[in-house]
């Protein structure tokens, strides 16, 4: 997917000015952190199946390769195939290679953010070959070519008068002045069309919440039961997932999905949760005579052994997002590319480049309320201040800000004369406040006074009162 | 176990600066519960603004100042969350790998709190001798809360206020969007952070919001008085010191001429 995370600040300012999307927000913003907190306070383990999650994956990346092998092995001996892409283009060349083996005409697909990565839709598209997302708020993004706002609920930015509109436009053939009002109605219009085009599909592309080493199994968590119709009905399935999605044991695979649904939406489990391990076999009623996995690594090998290694835990349950302040305000579509959140703005300029993302690790007020909630104690702050020290590093922090904060670190490390100049100053800026005790404007304080007034200082800094009244040193 | 009584104040820019009566009511706090208060003279800031920007030399040199300022007192209290989440979480950290200044940060890190918890936590302290006749809300800081558990505690001490009623805010552990420099780069996304909190705040109908952290708190408090809302900020050592007879924050002696 192309990125437009260079224009972030633009992207926020559209994002502030639009009434309909902060309505959405503030309905997710209060919905699920409510849901997630009652589902944790209801299983007393909670805390320590977080650990046990944490420790997992821990395992996991400590001994990658492998995993990965041994996943290869069973998927090998289950008879499906494990695909090996190392990029984006990679993938999309295997996928596409699949598509036109089976002489797909048509594509079913679930919810994938590594579909949303690779931006498989259009590259299908673009070879004649039609992709159809099956998820619901997938399939309403895709007619209205947008990206997912929210890497679980991808539509979350839309009202259910902007789908009726949208279902309006694209459904053909159905009366134009029909009743669209109740969200049920929706549903079964897009139900009614989407069936069609399960049964009509040639290759069943989706991704994986979890890949099994033990077995060779994929994990699909869904609550639409979309993914299940994908992935059974056409004669091929193609998995997109990458590296670190592995796990070593069945067992370790409920640890996880324990931890995922709770702090995802709430629920104790999703409605569907399904194993899959290899194609159909003689004895099954049904499944693909086909089963490919292309595992991608798109950037996260080099993750490995390095600052943001942990991020690699993450298991894409959304919590972070749904807690975070920043997200509240701006939606998903602001960060400028696949994923958003905290998640995504430690992930993304490891994926497409620091260059590229520079405002991403910087939009933050490292609150910490998304590393309190995260299933797998990923410790996003910590990853952002990393990014930050690096952007220093590579005197990529901007030049007004670097001056700033070098002047300030020059008389904060001379308490002598700062605290000369600071009672100084202080008592003349309370003198121009005057009776008032604050600014609504200030010359270089644009940034603050935009948008609130600024306390004015009481006048003598405490240094000094504390001096004349001979306070113990 | 004996209570450290020998207490060094991390005054905290903000309050040396801007708000310095929050500094006397922290002290007079300290004293009241019998102890001796002593201001080192070469303190000046944490360095969390250079450590927060990715300037860790800059950051690691202040450390190493106040690592060296605040060496040998029982304890070292500071009336903000964040200033002293900085000094126990994070001096540690920079200096994790150093021999020399690594076990210097590990102690200051041990001996340093925040000032209500230090008072609650450390020296068990079950009330104060105060009063103040209005209804308060409470904003819990983020890095009070969440790096030092600091939510109960001043909560615990308001109730001791005499007259004091004490409201919940909806959101009260949702970021103000202060965010140190974060409000001043992003002022879009902060201006909007902000305003949900003064809204949440102005909805419980309370006359004063309270909190532990001088830079929330101008944030609230600037954004409060550009909607015109009569509601007043203090730091929480004022009223728990009996000490909320000077102006607001953000207000001053002539509230209300204009
Ligand atoms: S970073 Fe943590 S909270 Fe965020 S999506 Fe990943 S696992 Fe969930």
Known sequence: MESTTRAFNDNVRRAIGDAGLRRSLDKLGHGFPVKRRLAAERLPEFETLRDEARDIKNHVLANLDTYLAAFEAKVTETGGQVHWARDAAEARDIILAVCRDASARTVTKSKSMIGEELAINDHLEAHGIQPIETDLGEYIIQLRHEPPAHILAPAIHLSKEQVADTFRASHDGLPRDRDLEAPETLLKEARAILREKFLAADVGLTGANMLVAETGS????????????????????????????????????TTLLRVLARSATGQEQSVYTTFTTGPKRAEDPDGPDAFHVVLLDNGRSGMVGGDFQDMLRCIRCGACLNHCPVYATIGGHAYGWVYSGPMGKVLIPNLIGMETAKDLPNASSLCGRCEEVCPMRIPLPRMLRDWRRRQFAAGQTGIIARWALKSWAFWARRPGLYHFFADIKMRSLAAAAGRRGRFRSMVMAGGWTGSRDLPAPQGRTFQAQWDARGGKR | ?????????????????????????????????????TVPRAQTCCGQPAYNAGDEADAAAIARQVIAAFQGFAAVVAPSGSCAGMIKEHYPRLFADDPEWGPRARDLAARTHELVSFLRDVLAVEGVD??????????????????????????????????????????S???????????????????????????????????????????????????LKRRGSPVQVRHVAEVLAGMADVPAIGEGPGEGED
């Open chain 1, 218 to 253: 994929i994990v699909l968590v869904t609550n639409e039961g979309n993914a299940d119709l994908t992935q059974t009905l056409p004669r091929v399935q193609v998995v997109m997932a990458s590296l670190e999605k592995v796990v070593p044991t069945l067992e370790d695979a």
């Open chain 2, 1 to 37: 176990m004996e209570k450290p009584r020998d207490v060094a104040l991390f005054v905290t820019c903000l309050v040396d600066l801007m708000r310095p009566s929050v500094g006397f009511a922290a002290v007079k706090l300290l004293q009241d519960a019998g102890c001796t208060v």
């Open chain 2, 130 to 171: 105060a009063a103040f006749d209005g209804t308060v809300t409470y904003h819990d800081s983020c890095s009070g809360l969440r790096e030092l558990g600091i939510k109960a505690q001043p909560r615990a001490l308001l109730a001791t206020v005499a007259g004091l009623t004490l409201t919940e805010a909806e959101d």
């Open chain 2, 173 to 223: 552990e949702v970021c103000c969007g202060f965010g140190g420099l974060f409000c001043v780069k992003y002022p879009d996304i902060s201006g909007q952070m902000v305003d949900n909190k003064a809204k949440a705040v102005e909805a419980t109908g309370a006359g004063t919001l309270l909190g532990g952290d001088m830079g929330c708190l101008m944030n609230i408090g600037g954004r």
